[in-house]
Nanobody, 112 residues
């Protein structure tokens, strides 16, 4: 059974930093990443890592960094220079055997 657990969200002032963590278990994951959903908006892909391939959305490029600890099946999202528009629920998504699994989400709120 696959489990996906996120941590690290919170309230931060604009310009601050947060680090999100996502620990997955129960399978071998070919792809791990982060999506976010702001109020009234569609969920969007923020960053994803699959093997040596990285994707980072243009809206966060240069500010957010995704990394993975393969031994621990954990993916991190280091978020720097946060902006109010980064406020959203951040979801971890992992892929195993072509199936996606989602975490429960963690709230990130950036105050101006």
């Amino acid at each position: 059974q696959v489990h996906v657990v996120e941590s690290g969200g919170g309230l931060v002032q604009a310009g601050g930093s947060l680090r999100l963590s996502c620990a997955a278990s129960g399978s071998i994951f070919s792809r791990m990443g982060w999506h976010r959903q702001a109020p009234g908006k569609q969920r969007e892909l923020v960053a994803r890592i699959a093997g040596d391939a990285l994707y980072v959305a243009d809206s966060v490029k240069g500010r957010f960094t995704i990394s993975r600890d393969n031994a621990k099946n954990t993916v991190f999202l280091q978020m720097n220079v946060l902006k109010p528009e980064d406020t959203a629920v951040y979801y971890c998504a992992v892929t195993a055997l072509s199936r996606d699994y989602w975490g429960q989400g963690t709230q990130v709120t950036v105050s101006s």
